[in-house]
Nanobody, 115 residues
Framework: QVQLVESGGGLVQAGGSLRLSCAAS????????MGWYRQAPGKQRELVAR???????NYADAVKGRFTISRDVAKNTVYLQMNSLKPEDTAVYYC?????????WGQGTQVTVSS
């Protein structure tokens, strides 16, 4: 398994930006895919963005053009750059790792976008 630690959440006004970080306990090249999910109060957890081991990415339609997932292999870290934030982006954001032997979740970090 792998341990995941998120950071970078906070309070930001609509139109602002945040960058979330997810630090993994082992090389991200040993992980099939890493992704960011979010869960707003009263709603189901949803996929926001994913990056595969080969570098291919995909995004939820709601964040395309605004969010970018990227990685720093040397730091075992995946990032989510969030621009042009909207109040509807408010949620707890979770890092997720998909492995051949299972999966892991981070503890979550709160993102609040005010209007």
């Amino acid at each position: 398994q792998v341990q995941l630690v998120e950071s970078g959440g906070g309070l930001v006004q609509a139109g602002g930006s945040l960058r979330l970080s997810c630090a993994a306990s082992r090389s991200i090249f040993s992980i099939n895919a890493m992704g960011w999910y979010r869960q707003a109060p009263g709603k189901q957890r949803e996929l926001v963005a994913r990056i595969y081991r080969g570098g291919i990415t995909n995004y939820a339609d709601a964040v395309k053009g605004r969010f970018t997932i990227s990685r720093d292999v040397a730091k075992n870290t995946v990032y989510l750059q969030m621009n042009s934030l909207k109040p509807e982006d408010t949620a707890v954001y979770y890092c997720h790792a998909e492995l051949f032997e299972g999966y892991s979740w981070g503890q979550g970090t709160q993102v609040t976008v005010s209007s």
